[in-house]
């Protein structure tokens, strides 16, 4: 079985210039998530999709990222305008059954490193 | 104050050794406890779930003190291949997010 997967594995833009992550999760997966690392900082949740709603977007850190799950499939993470405090790794996570269950066990995709000079 | 806080590292262990982690959290209605493992650049991986009773897997065992907001992974006979970065991860509770801590860095000598 496929695992979560991640495109690009890494990605290097300039300040003010837009860009785009894509996860495609385990499939039949109800649940995905975005989680990101800063640098030296712990990984951090960014926000869950149950199929294709936003169950808990909470951890987004300003208007300037924008996540879509159309269909109940991929998820797409676009940041525009990139800043430099954006960079770090962008971790994706999904899950099967519901994410009610207290020991619900998340898969993580291996990530896109985003550098933002 | 961090919600979840981990034993600063790295910790360096011969092969073969005992090494014990620790980790507590601030948050005294948390539900679910779990520890990732995640090796250099790559993505964390569930190692174990924490259980109230506690649990072992093999080489791994995890404890959790509610009383005390704290949990334990303990590893027995480390290996080579136990170098990693350690992560204790808490559910505030089933409508919420998980919360990651900073991690815990493992080399294991050999």
């Known amino acids: 079985e496929a695992g979560v997967t991640q495109f690009p594995s890494h990605s290097v833009i300039e300040k003010g210039q837009t860009v785009t992550l894509r996860c495609d999760p385990i499939?039949?997966?109800?649940?995905l998530y975005w989680y990101r690392r800063v640098m030296g900082k712990e990984i951090k949740f960014l926000l869950h999709f149950v199929k294709e709603s936003k169950q808990d977007e909470s951890g987004m850190p300003n208007n300037r990222f924008l996540a879509e799950r159309t269909g109940g499939t991929y998820s797409t993470l676009k940041v525009q305008p990139a800043e430099l405090e954006d960079s770090g790794v962008y971790f994706c996570?999904?899950?099967?059954?519901?994410?009610?269950?207290?020991?619900?066990?998340?898969?993580f995709g291996p990530g896109t490193r985003l550098l933002v000079l | 104050r961090k919600e979840v806080e981990q034993d600063p590292g790295p910790f360096n262990v011969p092969e073969g050794a005992t090494v014990a982690f620790n980790c507590t959290y601030s948050n005294s209605a948390s539900q679910s406890f779990f520890w990732y493992r995640q090796d250099c650049r790559k993505e964390p991986k569930l190692l174990m779930s924490v259980y109230s009773s506690g649990n072992e897997d093999g080489r791994f065992t995890a404890q959790l003190n509610r009383a005390s907001q704290y949990i334990s992974l303990l590893i027995r006979d480390s290996k080579l291949s136990d170098s990693a970065t350690y992560l204790c991860?808490?559910?505030?509770?089933?409508?919420?997010?998980?919360?990651f801590g900073k991690g815990t860095r493992l080399h294991i000598l050999p």
């Open positions: 499939s039949g997966h109800d649940n």
């Open positions: 991860v808490v559910r505030r509770n089933r409508d919420d997010k998980i919360i």
């Open positions: 996570a999904s899950s099967q059954g519901s994410w009610r269950e207290y020991q619900e066990t998340q898969y």
